[in-house]
């Protein structure tokens, strides 16, 4: 593999480009940038074949896969000291973890950072933007199949963020809100990596996906496109239809696996960071934890 091909994100924290730990780098190279047979049947089973997912997730909620958690630990250099509790029954159990809530402080301004991932981030909907790679871009009323909801969105902002197998994987919401309707649409299981988003964004439109509408007295109408990729056993939502919640309030959390969440905000509802805007124009993801503010990155 040439450095050309590695995936870089910007750490926030740290103001350097690191280069991302890639679980299973090696087999979705070889999914994803070939059309050989093999490479195209083992795609189709990983990404169409839910019982192979089923399979996987229920694999990894067995006791015995809890010795995995350790060494998975070290080498992603997770921080223990986050965590709620350090013990756990299964893999999936670990993945599925709680955080203690001071590892996670909510920025006191009014929209924030819905879940830890990589980040890109757009201001204004209505320019033509590029997507992982140049010349790629995603149409959101095919994503959502609405093309009345997406119009309210056409002109609005967006966050695309991408959670690694080794990221927390609860979701939170953006800004205080009402959770107004939330939609399921089945379909594939695509991986979401840049290895394989880089080939094709399209394959999101593919996956299987939750529409989440959400209603802020002081940012209008938002809207969560909740995405599975390759082995997410379930998206399993824990809020409530119909009640309030604050920002930073859980919203549910993926299963095993890689997954996505794409947060659409109304036009002129929400600021974002100018230096997120710059690393997105060079189709560089940010990393950034959940609670950190959207304006200002504090």
């Not at 994803?32 to 996987?56: D, G, Q, W």
Request: proline share 3%; hydrophobic share 40%; glycine share 6%.
């Amino acid at each position: 593999m040439n450095d050309k091909d590695a995936i870089e994100v910007y750490d926030f924290e740290k103001k350097e480009l690191i280069r991302e730990k890639i679980p299973a780098e090696e087999l979705l190279r070889f999914m994803y940038h070939n059309e050989t047979f093999s490479a195209l049947s083992l795609r189709y089973l990983l990404s169409k074949n839910s019982l192979i997912s089923s399979i996987i997730g229920y694999w990894m909620k067995l006791p015995l896969t809890k010795k995995g958690v350790d060494s998975f630990i070290k080498k992603y250099g997770i921080k223990r000291e986050d965590f709620e509790r350090t013990t756990f029954k299964s893999f999936n159990d670990f993945f599925i973890r709680k955080l203690r809530t001071s590892s996670r402080p909510i920025s006191s301004d009014s929209i924030i950072i819905p879940c830890d991932g990589r980040h890109l981030f757009y201001q204004d909907l209505s320019t033509n933007h590029s997507f992982y790679v140049k010349g790629q871009c995603l149409s959101i009323a095919k994503l959502i199949k609405d093309d009345t909801l997406a119009s309210l969105y056409s002109r609005g902002s967006m966050i695309i963020s991408r959670l690694a197998p080794a990221d927390y994987h609860r979701f939170h919401f953006p800004a205080d809100v009402i959770l107004d309707s939330i939609k399921l649409i089945d379909g594939a299981l695509y991986s979401v990596s840049p290895l394989a988003l880089r080939k094709t964004i399209k394959n999101l439109i593919e996956n299987k996906r939750m529409i989440v509408q959400m209603i802020s007295k002081t940012h209008g109408n938002i809207l969560q496109i909740i995405i599975g990729a390759t082995n997410v056993g379930s998206i399993n939502i824990t809020a409530t239809l119909g009640k309030e919640y604050k920002k930073g309030d859980e919203l549910g959390y993926f299963s095993f696996g890689g997954s996505m969440i794409i947060t659409l905000f109304q036009p002129k509802t929400a600021t974002i960071n100018k230096e997120l805007i710059l690393h997105t124009q060079n189709l560089t993801e940010v990393l950034l934890k959940m609670g950190t503010s959207l304006s200002h990155c504090e």
